[in-house]
Structures are given as C-alpha cells and as structure tokens.
C-alpha cells in the first residue's frame, strides 16, 4: 500500500518526489496496484495529484512516480501542448476531484521541443496537426532564443515554464484554487538517463528555508 493520500499541495509534492527516488534508486514498491486496489477504487476516484506531461513514451507517469491506480490523474500530449482540451482536464482534477497538486511534466530531448527549434530555424511549416503542436511550442523556442539559451535543458526548462504560466493565465478556476491554498502548480524537468525529475517552477507553494525540496539539483522559480 502507499502513503496515506495527501491533503495539502506540499505533502502531495513530496509523496510524488519520494517516489521518483524511488524510482531513480531502482527500488520502486508499486503501491496500488494488486487486485485490491482495483476493488477498492471501483466506486470513485481521489488521485492526489494531476500531471500534465509529454507523451513521449519514455515519461509513463505511474512508473517514473512510483505510483499505482487512483493515484495520479494524467493528462498527456506531445510536448505537454496545452488548448481548451487539456485546460478543461486539468480543472475537472481540480475542482471535481478535489487534486492538490498540478503537475507540467517536461524532459530532456523532447521530439516537440526539437521539431519547433527545427521549424524556428529553417522556417518550414509542418504537415497536418503537428503544426498545432508547433505552434503551442514556438513561443516557448522564441522566449530561449531571446535569452540567450543554446542549450537543450534551457529550452525545456523555458517550455516548462511557460505552461505553467499559460495554465495560470488561461484557467481561471485553477488560478482561483492557487490563490485559495487548496493547489499548487509545479514544474518539473525530467531527465531521461537518469530517471529523476527536478523542480523548474512552483506557483502557490510555501516552501519555508528549513524544509526545502529534497532533490540534488533544485532550479525554482517561486510565485
């Protein structure tokens, strides 16, 4: 069995965190995830946490968390692009389901983050709906660019934190939620050799000096 679920946003952080070290140390316990946790979440679900993240098939939520069923509500889409869709799921998580925590999921050599860096620099229009994509991302491309970035984890890290920024401006509801207490929103860069996830941004998190982020290479931005 897991932690007893978390009711505030900072032990919802830290229930998540914990389990990536887990993960990244190679000793997971797979919580929730028997025969008895499936009766169990039958008649409803409380997930403690909502994650928006990339669909790379290399970031499944539930393992690098060590997490199991019921626990996370999980939103993915290439590049963690965000429109109404992924807007309206992130605000049934939280208002609906009540979710502490909301969670931008980005990791090193994204594919969307590539292909926009690629189209920026050449020009070229992508086909189909990837160019939906692309178009999500490249505000996030010109914002590194115009700061200077050359380095892969500095465009991820701008993506990531421009989600956040446009979950914040675009949801009124989850802005509401942050400014009450009842959620945070967290960024998180994930590297994929390594298996941990490290803190980018935070908005709505109190994060006292003597209780900081257990993680070895914390970059945050606080808001």
Same mark, same amino acid.
């Not at 991820?156 to 920024?165: E, F, K, M, S, Y």
């Given at each position: 069995m897991?932690?007893?679920?978390?009711?505030? =946003?900072?032990?919802?952080l830290?229930?998540?965190?914990?389990?990536?070290?887990?993960?990244a140390?190679?000793? =997971?316990?797979?919580?929730?995830?028997? %025969?008895?946790?499936?009766?169990?979440?039958?008649? !409803?679900?409380? =997930?403690? !946490? *909502?994650?928006?993240?990339?669909?790379?098939?290399?970031?499944?939520?539930?393992?690098?968390?060590?997490q199991?069923?019921?626990?996370?509500?999980?939103?993915? #889409? $290439?590049?963690?692009?965000?429109?109404?869709?992924?807007? &309206?799921?992130?605000? /049934?998580?939280? @208002?609906v389901?009540?979710c502490?925590?909301?969670?931008?999921?980005?990791?090193? !050599?994204? &594919?969307? *983050?590539?292909?926009?860096?690629? !189209?920026?620099?050449d020009g070229?229009?992508?086909? &189909?709906?990837?160019?939906?994509?692309?178009?999500? *991302?490249?505000? @996030?491309?010109?914002?590194?660019?115009?700061?200077?970035? @050359?380095?892969?984890?500095?465009f991820? $890290?701008?993506?990531?934190?421009?989600?956040v920024?446009?979950?914040?401006?675009?949801s009124?509801?989850?802005?509401?939620?942050?400014?009450?207490?009842?959620?945070?929103?967290?960024g998180?860069? /994930?590297?994929?050799?390594?298996?941990? %996830?490290?803190?980018?941004?935070?908005?709505?998190?109190?994060?006292?000096?003597d209780?900081?982020?257990? #993680?070895?290479?914390?970059?945050?931005t #606080? &808001?």
């Amino acid at each position: 069995m897991s932690d007893i679920a978390p009711g505030t =946003p900072r032990e919802a952080l830290d229930l998540l965190l914990a389990g990536n070290r887990r993960f990244a140390a190679g000793t =997971p316990r797979h919580p929730n995830q028997d %025969a008895a946790r499936r009766a169990d979440i039958v008649p !409803a679900q409380h =997930p403690f !946490a *909502v994650l928006l993240g990339c669909s790379d098939s290399r970031l499944a939520a539930e393992i690098i968390f060590d997490q199991g069923l019921g626990d996370l509500f999980v939103v993915r #889409t $290439a590049g963690h692009a965000a429109g109404p869709e992924v807007l &309206g799921s992130i605000e /049934y998580g939280v @208002s609906v389901l009540g979710c502490p925590l909301v969670v931008v999921l980005g990791h090193d !050599a994204c &594919g969307a *983050v590539a292909a926009t860096r690629a !189209a920026v620099a050449d020009g070229t229009v992508a086909r &189909g709906h990837l160019r939906d994509v692309i178009e999500r *991302v490249t505000p @996030s491309v010109l914002a590194a660019q115009a700061a200077g970035v @050359s380095e892969d984890d500095g465009f991820i $890290a701008t993506h990531v934190q421009h989600t956040v920024d446009f979950l914040m401006d675009r949801s009124r509801e989850l802005a509401d939620q942050v400014a009450s207490g009842r959620t945070a929103v967290v960024g998180l860069s /994930y590297r994929l050799a390594e298996g941990t %996830a490290r803190p980018i941004t935070f908005r709505g998190l109190d994060l006292p000096a003597d209780r900081p982020l257990r #993680t070895d290479t914390a970059s945050t931005t #606080t &808001g």
